[in-house]
């Protein structure tokens, strides 16, 4: 053989080798990861990011929680939140502010079943501090009139409040954090990856296999972490509201943390979970709660209104399970379910 073409041959088989070990390396970078827990926002989360960055992406997430939580967190004297809370009035940063005025957005679109300034009626009830309580008709027609997101005013750099209203954005503050982390997992070069903040799930791109990610449902009649139903999710935020999370009893009676803006009471509608799917995961936030107050026919109504930015899975008290259209390909369980109407 002609030493030239010896030379060309071997110049091509090292160019083979580096483009193998090259590729090789690129697959190792790119499946490359990085898990962390923690607890804040009064629950357990978990971080993961997969990519070169990943250690970097998910540090400046566990940085970006704590940061948040400070501003928003109604247990912690000195947050923003608790010093609006204690003087009615207050500065606050750009983040409180956005959050703010996204919560009031949403409050007027579901007509005010979203709203955080539920707060005295959240107390008058216990659930903040877990030392229950019944209020009487008296204590609830008081703090009625408190519960009104529209008496709330951002002055620039200033929230004000109504007389005597407390805010608390925990209905909204997880969605808006998790959203927030996407960001910054995109900031990183950060392709795929996951963040769980208690029952709200979000996803950014696909798995490194390739596949979308598999966020569970929570059957509302099982012990936690039985699954109902498995959701496909990519670029998404996957968020569960249920009466199951947090309630207390007695007497008999089943009080549940999900309070109805309208009497002060908890909700008492025909639903026993609601699932929201959105790129948006403050919006997914917000609705998942919305929609429980809401029940199935209202909810329903307003999905058709608003399809385009989100879709839901309903588990009904008497067990029937509705999936959006959104859904019926992306969604997987045991039990026969039926699609909600357009």
Not at 41 to 50: C, G, K, P, Q, V
Not at 90 to 118: C, M, N, P, V, W
Not at 131 to 156: F, I, M, N, W
Not at 242 to 265: A, K, Q, S
Request: glycine letters at 10%; proline letters at 3%.
């Amino acid at each position: 053989m002609d030493r030239r073409w010896k030379r060309r041959i071997a110049a091509v088989a090292v160019v083979a080798v580096l483009g193998g070990a090259l590729g090789a390396l690129y697959v190792a970078e790119r499946n490359r990861s990085c898990t962390k827990g923690m607890f804040a926002m009064d629950t357990y989360m978990e971080f993961t990011a997969y990519g070169r960055n990943s250690e970097e992406a998910v540090e400046e997430a566990v940085r970006e929680v704590q940061r948040l939580d400070g501003l928003w967190s109604t247990g912690m004297a000195s947050s923003e939140v608790s010093r609006i809370n204690a003087s009615g009035s207050g500065k606050a940063s750009k983040d409180t502010i956005e959050l703010i005025e996204r919560a009031q957005a949403i409050g007027q679109e579901t007509g005010g079943l979203f709203d955080f300034t539920i707060y005295p009626l959240m107390r008058l009830w216990g659930f903040p501090t877990r030392e229950y309580h019944v209020p009487t008709r008296e204590e609830l027609a008081e703090a009625l009139p408190l519960v009104d997101a529209s008496k709330v005013q951002c002055e620039g750099t200033a929230v004000v409040l109504g007389e005597g209203q407390q805010i608390d954005l925990g209905g909204i503050a997880k969605g808006y954090t998790s959203a927030r982390i996407m960001d910054l997992f995109r900031s990183n070069g950060i392709t795929s990856g996951m963040v769980y903040l208690g029952g709200n799930v979000q996803v950014i791109g696909r798995k490194p296999d390739g596949s979308r990610w598999k966020v569970g449902i929570q059957d509302p009649d099982s012990a936690k972490g039985e699954v109902l139903a498995v959701v496909e999710a990519e670029d998404q935020a996957v968020i569960t509201s249920g009466g199951y999370e947090r309630y207390f009893e007695e007497d008999g009676n089943t009080y549940i943390h999900i309070l109805d803006p309208r009497t002060g009471r908890p909700a008492e509608g025909d639903l026993k979970s609601v699932t929201v799917v959105s790129e948006d995961g403050t919006l997914a936030d917000a609705l998942s709660t919305s929609l429980y107050i809401m029940g199935y026919e209202q909810a329903a109504e307003f999905w058709r209104s608003h399809r385009d930015e989100f879709d839901m899975a309903l588990v009904t008290e008497e067990g029937t399970l509705w999936v959006t259209e959104g859904l019926e390909d992306r969604i997987h369980t045991y039990r026969e379910y039926r699609v909600v109407p357009e």
